[in-house]
Each structure stands twice: as structure tokens, then as C-alpha cells.
């Protein structure tokens, strides 16, 4: 069984670009989660689908962030314009149900310069 | 609101000796506790979970966790470290109302001397 997967694995871009961070989480897994660690800090929880539905997105730092989960399945997280603030790593884990084991991808380790 | 404490960012350790790694969390709903994880190069990977069962949890690798109420805590333990034992460790909690998110502890590097 393929576990979650994120990628770009590292992407680095100038201030002001855009990127978009892709993660497909496992198979028949409703819940999604996206997460970000700025270096030095803690792992923090951006935001929560269920299916494609935002059960959650208080993390969100602010609106220059989107994210969507298209049909249920795979979710991008869009970063416009980056800041330098923003880089860091952006973790996706997926769960079948709320409270059990959550499997994260290896993380899409974002710089922006 | 929901918190996680790790004690001390870095902890040192000989191979073979007692590996303990601090975790204190607060929680206004009965929590959920787990430790995760990451080795270089890699993702989280769950080590084991507390779920409102047996107070003592084990998990994988021989590590084993401890929920005290009383003291608000989930240390991580393993009798005797090995090298590969090598990576940065997160305690993070959960809760009924929360949807499954976690919030996270600060993570602890631990690192094995020979």
C-alpha cells in the first residue's frame, strides 16, 4: 500500500513567486491534513479536509494560502505571493478515522529567497 | 485549548543507557497523546498513541510511554538506546472535540554516542 506522498520535495523560489505543494494522501483516507514547520518552531496545523470539504482551516496563517482537495482525493496547498516567512517544511498526513494513527508524507521543504 | 511541553530540545545519550524524553501536555477535553518520529530524510512515523486504555503504552522499537493524569504527562522511554534510535522525537495530543488534528510538542533531537 503506498503510504502519503508530497512533492515537490524541496522547491526553492523568489519573494513574490507563487508555488503549489501537492500531497495524495492514502488511498480511501477522508481525512487530510496539512501542516508547516518554520525552522526552529513546532510543527503546526494548518488546516483539515474531510473529503473535499475544509472541516477546519483556523491555521491558516493568512490569505495568501489556498488549499483544495479536488473530489476527495489528492490536495494542493498554494502559496501567492510567497513570502520569506512562508518557507519551511509542509508536512500532509491523511487518517481513515479522526484519532487514530495519521500518516504522514515526507514533508515539501519550501525556501523562499 | 490544547498544549504540549517537550523538555530540553537536545538529549544526549550513551549506547545502552536509559533514553527518557520528557513531555507534559494540557488539555480541557480527555486527550488523545501520541509520540511520533522523523528520522533524517524521512516522515513522521508514529510510535505509539495513548487512547484512554492501559495507562502504560508500548509502541515500536522497545520505546514505551507512561500517561499520568495526575501529572499532566506522557514520557517517552526505552530501557537502553541503540544508534539507530538516532532522530528528533514529537509528543503531540488530540482531542474528542478537535477533528484529529494534533498539536505538537517542540521535538526532541536525540542523538547516541558510541
Known amino acids: 500500500e503506498a503510504g502519503v506522498t508530497q512533492f515537490p520535495s524541496h522547491s526553492v523560489i523568489e519573494k513574490g513567486q507563487t508555488v503549489t505543494l501537492r500531497c495524495d494522501p492514502i488511498?480511501?483516507?477522508?481525512?487530510l491534513y496539512w501542516y508547516r514547520r518554520v525552522m526552529g518552531k513546532e510543527i503546526k496545523f494548518l488546516l483539515h479536509f474531510v473529503k473535499e470539504s475544509k472541516q477546519d482551516e483556523s491555521g491558516m496563517p493568512n490569505n495568501r494560502f489556498l488549499a483544495e482537495r479536488t473530489g476527495g482525493t489528492y490536495s494542493t496547498l498554494k502559496v501567492q505571493p510567497a513570502e520569506l516567512e512562508d518557507s519551511g517544511v509542509y508536512f500532509c498526513?491523511?487518517?481513515?478515522?479522526?484519532?487514530?494513527?495519521?500518516?504522514f508524507g515526507q514533508g515539501t521543504r519550501l525556501t523562499v529567497v | 485549548a490544547q498544549s504540549v511541553t517537550q523538555l530540553g530540545s537536545h538529549v544526549s545519550v550513551s549506547e545502552g543507557a536509559l533514553v527518557l524524553l520528557r513531555c507534559n501536555y494540557s488539555?480541557?477535553?480527555?486527550?488523545?497523546l501520541f509520540w511520533y518520529v522523523q528520522y533524517p530524510n524521512q516522515g513522521l512515523q508514529l510510535l505509539l498513541k495513548y487512547t484512554s486504555a492501559a495507562t502504560l503504552v508500548k509502541g515500536i522499537n522497545g520505546f514505551e510511554a507512561e500517561f499520568k493524569k495526575s501529572e499532566t504527562s506522557f514520557h517517552l522511554t526505552k530501557p537502553s538506546a541503540h544508534m539507530s534510535d538516532a532522530a528528533e522525537y514529537f509528543c503531540a495530543v488530540s482531542g474528542n472535540n478537535q477533528g484529529g488534528k494534533l498539536i505538537f510538542g517542540q521535538g526532541t533531537e536525540l542523538s547516541v554516542k558510541p
Open positions: 488539555s480541557s477535553v480527555p486527550p488523545y
Open positions: 488511498s480511501g483516507h477522508d481525512n
Open positions: 498526513a491523511s487518517t481513515g478515522q479522526i484519532n487514530t494513527e495519521a500518516f
